[in-house]
């Protein structure tokens, strides 16, 4: 009866996160506001960073607020708050999944199944997938502490995929929020963010071609 009632949870926290992301009832703009005109206060950030780690952890949707921190503070800055936010979210969430989930994975680690996507859920694949635009950061938080996964691992793949992407989306923001000149919106400093993130759109594609694929493949052989 406590395994069902822990994967009640569970199942109901990852659906309402999903389902407040997709259909936007969670609206953050009253809160971006008040941050964004108190960017300028010491604790100002730690909110930022507070509110990124609850909504993480929760399945929440929380990359509004990356957006926000590249309007409040420079791209370093941003991507900083970025990071730390998203890390601790990501932990949170992580021990979160393997506690409520321990009853169904004692029953299931010894299948086929479960092995063979902790095998392919290696550094390489988790920092692909934290960089595809729009994947949700939900599913690969929860999907960890489910395939429980090394903690080391997880926290690199993190580290690594909200520093590429944060980067790439509050430098997007910052300049297009702070460029005062006309002749200064076609520089190559403004611009370049947007050509990475058109690469990291591509290499997106390509990972989600190849997981698709990789079974009918392995089926017909």
Known sequence: MREFIKGGMLIFILLTGIILQKTGLLDLSGVVSVLEERAHLWWAPMVLIGLMTLLFAFALPGSTLMLAAGVMYSPWAATACTVVGGLLGGVAAYYLVRSLSADWVRAYSESSLYEVMREHAGLLMLCAL??????????INYSAGLLRLPLATFVASTVIGYAVKGFVYTSAVYHATHIEKEAEAFSMETLWP??????????GMLVRKRLYTRPEKDGNA
């Open 194 to 203: 947007l050509i990475a993130l058109s690469i990291l759109l591509v290499v």
């Open 130 to 139: 934290r960089m595809l635009p729009g994947f949700p950061h939900s599913v």
